[in-house]
């Protein structure tokens, strides 16, 4: 009797060793060729960072916990140091990711050099500084797919704070830079609006400092400080902070280390908060197939900082202003 009949005569039987046949060749091929799946859905990211130190190692850290919790597909993350490719560009490093993130300025400018083909999104960086260096063309944009995540808070949330912590205090000083300097429009119309009189100084040179600053101090009862890197840096943090504080001025900052060193408050992101961001951009370019990203944007969360002993001397009763505290908790409460 042919296989063929003996089929016809038996199709249940028939259909059974089918079933199993087939069964057992697709299990064959999706073992031979799961690893080439595998391998198509890894998502290589490569973060290159400006600097060691700890809020750098944070950040990277938060990010790539974020990315691999619930993520759709096995991501690989390589972060190097600028200094890397700083002078050798792409020197050991690998030319294919799937989007490169760039943790500062000098990250920004290393890229710059490497000519990276992929996707960038470039964070931990003042707006400022970012638009600088788009202008003057030193921002590399793949395919015009870029965007940036600034590390500065928007000017519209630093005077929504100021009216509310310094509502008495009307006469507000502003120290400007080079780069700083581009918003200084943007700066008196949210002024105005939030009930101010803007008092502004530019300098150009670092030793240009103390003069300007001794002058504003004379015209203002409060000094609003912003990201210039002229102004604002390693080496004259202190006697910016001494200056104001024999002025009996205080100074609203934008980082920690403002807040730690002397400023009476401080409005800032923490690299956890802008790393959690940066990780939920870069799902949400995952998800949309890797075609596009959204536009720069400040960060969503952030923390408002005071400075208890500064506060004190300084005879200001921030801890028991209601609508200041409030903002506080709600900040607190949106980071976690």
Same mark, same amino acid.
Request: include cysteine; charge should be positive.
């Given at each position: 009797?042919?296989?063929?009949?003996?089929?016809?005569?038996?199709?249940?039987?028939?259909?059974?060793?089918?079933? !199993?046949?087939?069964?057992?060749?697709?299990?064959?091929?999706?073992?031979?060729?799961?690893?080439?799946?595998?391998?198509?859905?890894?998502?290589?990211?490569?973060?290159?960072?400006?600097?060691?130190?700890?809020?750098?190692?944070?950040?990277?850290?938060?990010?790539?916990?974020?990315?691999?919790?619930?993520? =759709?597909?096995?991501?690989?993350?390589?972060?190097?140091?600028?200094?890397?490719?700083?002078?050798?560009?792409?020197?050991?490093?690998?030319?294919?990711?799937?989007?490169?993130?760039?943790?500062?300025?000098?990250?920004?400018?290393?890229?710059?050099?490497?000519? !990276?083909?992929?996707?960038?999104?470039?964070?931990?960086?003042?707006?400022? !500084?970012?638009?600088?260096?788009?202008?003057?063309?030193?921002?590399?944009?793949?395919?015009?797919?870029?965007?940036?995540?600034?590390?500065?808070?928007?000017?519209?949330?630093?005077?929504?704070?100021?009216?509310?912590?310094?509502?008495?205090?009307?006469?507000?000083?502003?120290?400007?830079?080079?780069?700083?300097?581009?918003?200084?429009?943007?700066?008196?119309?949210?002024?105005?609006?939030?009930?101010?009189?803007?008092?502004?100084?530019?300098?150009?040179? =670092?030793?240009?400092?103390?003069?300007?600053?001794?002058?504003?101090?004379?015209? !203002?009862?409060?000094?609003?400080?912003?990201?210039?890197?002229?102004?604002?840096?390693?080496?004259?943090?202190?006697?910016?902070?001494?200056?104001?504080?024999?002025?009996?001025?205080?100074?609203?900052?934008?980082?920690?280390?403002?807040?730690?060193?002397?400023?009476?408050?401080?409005?800032?992101?923490?690299?956890?908060?802008?790393?959690?961001?940066?990780?939920?951009?870069?799902?949400?370019?995952?998800?949309?197939?890797?075609?596009?990203?959204?536009?720069?944007?400040?960060?969503?969360?952030?923390?408002?900082?005071?400075? =208890?002993?500064?506060?004190?001397?300084?005879?200001?009763?921030?801890?028991?202003?209601?609508?200041?505290?409030?903002?506080?908790?709600?900040?607190?409460?949106?980071?976690?």
């Amino acid at each position: 009797m042919s296989p063929l009949f003996e089929c016809h005569r038996a199709r249940k039987s028939c259909r059974s060793h089918l079933q !199993t046949g087939l069964l057992t060749a697709f299990t064959l091929l999706l073992f031979f060729t799961t690893p080439a799946v595998w391998a198509g859905n890894t998502t290589r990211i490569l973060f290159v960072s400006s600097q060691t130190s700890t809020p750098y190692l944070r950040f990277i850290e938060t990010a790539k916990r974020e990315l691999q919790v619930n993520s =759709p597909s096995r991501i690989d993350i390589v972060s190097l140091p600028a200094s890397q490719l700083v002078g050798h560009p792409g020197a050991g490093v690998e030319q294919h990711y799937d989007m490169v993130v760039a943790l500062g300025g000098r990250a920004a400018l290393a890229i710059q050099q490497w000519h !990276t083909k992929a996707p960038v999104l470039y964070t931990l960086i003042p707006k400022a !500084t970012y638009d600088g260096l788009r202008q003057s063309g030193r921002v590399t944009c793949p395919g015009q797919v870029c965007t940036a995540l600034y590390i500065d808070q928007p000017l519209q949330r630093m005077f929504r704070i100021l009216a509310v912590a310094f509502a008495e205090r009307k006469e507000a000083g502003i120290l400007l830079g080079p780069v700083s300097g581009k918003q200084q429009d943007e700066l008196a119309t949210l002024a105005r609006k939030t009930g101010f009189h803007l008092h502004s100084a530019e300098i150009h040179k =670092p030793d240009e400092l103390l003069s300007a600053l001794d002058t504003l101090l004379r015209h !203002t009862s409060l000094l609003l400080a912003i990201a210039d890197p002229v102004v604002y840096n390693p080496r004259t943090a202190k006697s910016i902070l001494l200056t104001t504080y024999h002025y009996r001025v205080p100074v609203v900052a934008y980082s920690k280390a403002y807040a730690d060193a002397g400023a009476t408050l401080s409005v800032f992101s923490t690299p956890e908060q802008i790393a959690r961001q940066t990780a939920g951009i870069i799902r949400v370019f995952l998800e949309a197939g890797k075609h596009s990203l959204p536009p720069p944007a400040y960060p969503e969360n952030y923390t408002i900082r005071i400075n =208890p002993h500064v506060t004190r001397s300084l005879g200001l009763k921030l801890d028991s202003n209601p609508e200041l505290q409030s903002m506080i908790k709600e900040a607190d409460h949106e980071a976690h």
